[in-house]
C-alpha cells in the first residue's frame, strides 16, 4: 500500500496546496482579499475523502502504531477514571428517559445508551478530568472524541480492533491537521468541539466503507455541526463541547450512508466552514503529505492533573524527592523559578477546593513533593485542606522571570540540616521533548481506573488497551471497561 | 400579567441597551475595538431567562396570538406535506437503527422516534419543500425548528395547547430577534440552522419551568451549538441545518433541566456567541421592548412554491388569469415587467425538472395561468415537461427593469382576440404589507396535505392547527397527524 500513500502525496501537491492564508469571508475579513488565494483550498473536502477511505492499519508507520496506541491508552484511563463525575452523573439522568436503545456502553458504567448518546457521554467523561491528551500547539484534545465516536460504533456493527486504530489514528490525524490549518485564528471557538466532529466523521465513514461520495458529505456535514466557545472554560459546557462533537461526526457518517446529501466543498468552501471559522487557513497544514507527514506524533499526554504551566516546576520538585527521597518536614524552604506567566495562571495561594489547587503553583509543587505524583487524587478538596500540605505550601516563594521560557522551570529546596538541592526542567515530562514513558503511562492509567475498578480488572484492561489493534471486537472492549 | 411584562420593559432598559454595534473578536473584526460598547450587551442571557420564563399565553395581544396560530398552521402543511419526501425516508432508514425509542412522531408518518431524532426529522420535513415561513428581513424559517423540539418534547411530558402556543410563540421570537440582532452580518453562516437552536431551548424550558439558572446554562449549551453554512443550499443539508437546530435546542433544555451547567453569558460573552456569529450585535434588536415588540408579527408564508423574486409576477398573473376567467389558448403573449434580479435568479427558460421550474419564472407564470395557482405539485417534473405549459410558456417575454422594486412586478398579457390585459403587483401576496389570508392558508395546507392523508383528516387536522391552544393535549395533536 505505499503505492497509495504515494498517490496521495502526489495528489495533494497537484492540487497546488501551499502554506498561504486563503481571505476570510468578506464580513469577518481584516486584510484585503485576493480571489487567486481562493484556489489553494481547491479540492480540500474531496481529498479528505479520498485519503481517509485509503487508509489501513498496516500502511502505518510503526511509531505511528505506537503513538495511537498510547493516546488510547491514555483516553481509557481518564474516561473510565472520570465515569462517576457529576457531569457524567446528569447526562446519564438527563438523557436516560430519551434513550430507548441500549446498544451502546458509557465506559465504566453499568448504563447503556443507544450510540449517538453513549458517544456524547464518553466525550464527556473524556475531558471532564481535563486530563485528557493535549495537542499543545493548538492546545485540542482529539483522542477523546474520535475514540467515543468510535466504540459507540462498535456497538452497532461488529469493528475489529484492527479496523478501529485504524480509524481511530485517522480520526485523530484529521483533528490535528483541520486544528493546524485553522487554529492560529479560531478566536473564540473551542477546538476540542469544533474540529473532532469531522475527524469523527471521517474515523465512523471509514469503517462504514463509504463511497467517495458519501464521504464528501460525511465530511461536508459533520463541518456543518460545530461546537463551543471558549466562554464555557470553567463549566460543564467545556465538557459538553467534545461530547457533542463526537456525536454530532457519527449521526453526519449515519446520514451520509444511506445518502443524505450535502455539498461537495463544504471544508474550502467561500460561503462554507474554512472561511467562516478563522480568518486564516493553511491547506499545507491541512492536506500536505497525507500518508507520510503525521500529526498524531506531536499529541501528548498530561502525567499531572493541574494546570500546564505548573508542570515545569512540578516535574522539578518530583525529581529533587526522588533522588534525595525527601520527606516535607525535613524542608525549610522552597524557591521555584518561573515564567511570569506561571503566577499570573496559577497563582493561587491559599486554594479552598480540589479545583482551586489545580490553579496552585504551591499546593501543586508542596504535594508534589509529599505523595511523588499530582494526579486527580492529589486534587481532591481533603488533599486541598491537609494540614501538611498546607504545612508545606507555606514554605513556598515562587519568583518570576521573564527569562525563563514557559516551559522551563527551577525548584531550590533549602533543608534543614543547610544543604540546597536545586534542579532546572527545560521541558518538562508530559511535553514532545519528553514524552511520558509507557510505564508513566500505565501508573497514570491505574492510578485514575483504580477506585472505579477492581485491581486485577484495571490490569486486565490496561493490556487490553495497549493491544486494542489485536483484539477481534472494539465492541467487545467497550462493554470490558464495566465491572 | 402586565406588570410583569413592564417589569421586562423597564429592564431592558435599566441594561443601557441600545443599537450600537459591538467589537466582534479581534480575529474577526474589521474595525478599531471600543470597550465601552462591550457593555451592551450585559446580562443578555439573563435577560432573555427571565422574559422567557415570564411568558404566558393569556399575555399575549389578540394579533399574536392570531399570528402564532398562522405560523403553526403553516408548519403543519408544509411539514406533513413533505413528509414522504426522500430527505425524511433517508433521515428515518439512517436513524432508524440507532433510535431505540418509539417516543414521539413524524409528522405524518407511522414510524415513531425517540424525541431527540424525531425533533430532527420533523425539522427537515418542515424545510425541504422550501415552502415554510420566512422572516423576510433575516431570510429564517424560525417555526419549523421550533415546532419541531415542541411537538416531539410534548410527546415526553404532557404539554396543553395552551402552553405548546405560548412556547411556540416565544421560541420563534427569540429565534427572529437573534436573527434581527446579528443577521446583517451573519456571513456565511445559514440563520435558519443557527439561531433556532436557541429559540428551541427557551421554548422547551418554558414548558419545563426550569429556573433561571438553568434556563441560561439552557441557552449557553444552545447556543454554544452552531449549524449550517451558505454552502449547503441546494442538498439536503440545506434541511438538515433546521432539523439539528430543533435537536440540539431540546438536547441543551434536556441536560439543563438536571443541572448541567454552562456559563452565564455564553450569549453576549467576549469569547461567545454573538461576537463569534457576527462583527455586529443589536442589543436593542435581540432585547428591547420583550414583551411590547412582537417580532413574531413580521412572519410571512409562501403562497408559492418557488423562488421569492416570481412572487410579484405570478401574483399579477394568477390575478389577471381569475379576473378574466382565462384560459392558457386565448393567450398571444405575455410580457412580464421586473427587476434585474428575476431574470438573474430565476432566468431559466426551459426548466427540465421540478426543481429547475422552482427558479424558472417562465414556467411559474404560465403554471400559474393553466392552474390558478404555484404549489409543490405545479413544480413536479410532470408538470414542467407538459407539452401545454411548455406551449405556454414560449409565449412569455421578460423585460427586466431597474425602476421596478425587488418586491414588484408587471404582467401584460395579450390575447388572441386582440385585448390587452394589464396588472401591476407593488407588494406580492404573502409579503408583509399583503399577507397571505387564512383562506389562503387552508387552501395550502389542504393542497399539501392531500396526498397524504385522507381528505376528511386534512380538514379536521387544519381545524385541530388553528384551534392548537384550545387543545388539551400537544402530544396527542402530533399523533393525529398520522393517518
Chains 1, 2 share one sequence.
Not at 62 to 89: D, L, M, W, Y
Not at 377 to 386: C, G, I, N, P, R
Request: overall charge positive; proline content about 4%; hydrophobic content about 40%.
Amino acid at each position: 500500500m505505499r503505492s497509495n500513500q504515494r498517490r496521495f502525496f502526489l495528489k495533494s501537491s497537484a492540487a497546488g496546496i501551499a502554506s498561504v492564508a486563503l481571505p476570510s469571508y468578506p464580513m469577518f475579513a481584516s486584510a484585503a482579499e485576493t480571489s487567486t488565494n481562493a484556489e489553494k483550498g481547491k479540492d480540500a473536502t474531496r481529498i479528505l475523502a479520498q485519503y481517509a477511505l485509503s487508509t489501513r492499519y498496516e500502511d502505518l508507520p510503526p511509531n505511528i502504531k505506537r503513538e495511537a496506541a498510547r493516546a488510547f491508552v491514555n483516553f481509557v484511563g481518564v474516561t473510565v477514571g472520570s465515569c462517576q463525575h457529576e457531569a457524567v452523573n446528569i447526562s446519564i439522568d438527563s438523557l436516560r428517559p430519551v434513550s430507548g436503545s441500549t446498544m451502546a456502553t458509557v465506559l465504566g458504567r453499568k448504563e447503556r445508551f443507544d450510540v449517538l448518546n453513549a458517544a456524547f457521554i464518553n466525550g464527556v467523561s473524556s475531558h471532564v478530568f481535563d486530563f485528557d491528551d493535549t495537542h499543545l500547539v493548538t492546545n485540542i484534545h482529539p483522542a477523546g472524541p474520535i475514540a467515543s465516536a468510535l466504540l459507540a460504533y462498535s456497538e452497532l456493527k461488529p469493528v475489529s480492533g484492527r479496523e478501529f486504530m485504524n480509524a481511530f489514528y485517522l480520526g485523530v490525524e484529521y483533528t490535528i491537521r483541520l486544528a493546524n490549518s485553522l487554529a492560529p485564528n479560531h478566536g473564540p471557538w473551542h477546538g476540542s468541539g469544533t474540529f473532532p466532529s469531522i475527524g469523527a466523521a471521517a474515523a465512523i465513514g471509514r469503517l462504514m466503507k463509504l463511497s467517495e461520495q458519501q464521504m464528501i458529505w460525511a465530511l461536508g456535514l459533520a463541518a456543518s455541526q460545530q461546537v463551543g466557545f471558549r466562554d464555557s472554560f470553567g463549566s460543564m459546557n467545556k465538557s459538553f463541547n467534545p461530547g457533542r462533537s463526537a456525536a454530532n461526526g457519527l449521526f453526519a457518517a449515519l446520514l451520509a450512508q444511506k445518502n443524505f446529501t450535502s455539498s461537495n466543498q463544504v471544508i474550502e468552501s467561500r460561503v462554507g466552514w474554512a472561511v467562516t471559522m478563522s480568518s486564516t487557513q493553511d491547506y499545507q497544514e491541512m492536506l500536505g503529505d497525507l500518508g507520510s507527514r503525521y500529526e498524531i506524533a506531536k499529541d501528548t499526554y498530561k502525567p499531572f492533573a493541574c494546570g500546564i504551566v505548573i508542570h515545569p516546576a512540578l516535574d522539578a520538585a518530583i525529581q529533587l524527592r526522588n533522588q534525595y527521597n525527601l520527606q516535607a518536614d525535613q524542608i525549610q524552604s522552597i524557591v521555584v523559578k518561573a515564567n511570569p506567566n506561571t503566577l499570573i495562571l496559577t497563582g493561587k495561594k491559599t486554594p479552598q477546593t480540589g479545583l482551586e489547587g489545580k490553579f496552585s503553583v504551591y499546593h501543586s509543587v508542596a504535594i508534589g513533593i509529599i505523595e511523588g505524583r499530582a494526579g486527580e487524587k492529589q486534587y481532591s478538596d481533603a488533599a486541598v485542606l491537609s494540614p501538611k500540605t498546607i504545612a508545606l505550601r507555606n514554605k513556598i516563594t515562587v519568583e518570576v522571570d521573564n527569562a525563563i521560557p514557559k516551559k522551563s522551570g527551577e525548584v531550590t529546596i533549602t533543608l534543614n540540616d543547610g544543604r540546597v538541592l536545586n534542579k532546572f526542567i527545560e521541558n518538562a515530562v508530559g511535553s514532545v521533548e519528553v514524552p511520558m514513558t509507557n510505564e508513566q503511562l500505565d501508573a497514570k492509567f491505574l492510578d485514575l481506573t483504580e477506585d472505579i475498578l477492581p485491581r486485577a480488572k484495571c490490569k486486565s484492561l490496561l493490556a487490553d488497551s495497549w493491544r486494542m489493534a489485536e483484539l477481534p471486537s472494539a465492541g467487545q472492549f467497550a462493554k470490558s471497561t464495566v465491572a
